[in-house]
Nanobody
Framework: QVQLVESGGGLVQAGGSLRLSCAAS????????MGWFRQAPGKEREFAAA???????YYADSVRGRFTISGVNAQNTVTLQMNSLKPEDTAVYYC?????????????????????WGRGTQVTVSS
């Protein structure tokens, strides 16, 4: 089992920045990909960014160039630096872990392939 705990959400004005963190614990040796997904009210959960154990990163087109996902550090924490935030970035952001040995953009962006999820952290961007 892997436990994930997100932190760092909050309220920010458009154009501002936030940094989300996800702390993993438990059987982290089984994790091959860490991802961030988000879900706005009334919308489906969507992919934002992911990083493989080897350090390869993947981004949704909607966040590429504005968000940066870090590799997992020695404390088993992965971060999502979010810059130039827009009101449409408002959502609950979830951290997820994938134990599949194969990592591609397709597998990283598919929330059905993730085995473990955090409870989420709210990000609100005001206009």
């Amino acid at each position: 089992q892997v436990q994930l705990v997100e932190s760092g959400g909050g309220l920010v004005q458009a154009g501002g920045s936030l940094r989300l963190s996800c702390a993993a614990s438990g059987h982290t040796f089984s994790v091959n990909t860490m991802g961030w997904f988000r879900q706005a009210p009334g919308k489906e959960r969507e992919f934002a960014a992911a990083v493989s154990r080897s350090g390869t990163t993947y981004y949704a087109d909607s966040v590429r160039g504005r968000f940066t996902i870090s590799g997992v550090n020695a404390q088993n924490t992965v971060t999502l630096q979010m810059n130039s935030l827009k009101p449409e970035d408002t959502a609950v952001y979830y951290c997820a872990a994938n134990t599949s040995p194969f990592t591609t953009y397709t597998t990283s962006a598919d929330y059905g392939r993730y085995d473990y999820w955090g409870r989420g952290t709210q990000v609100t961007v005001s206009s």
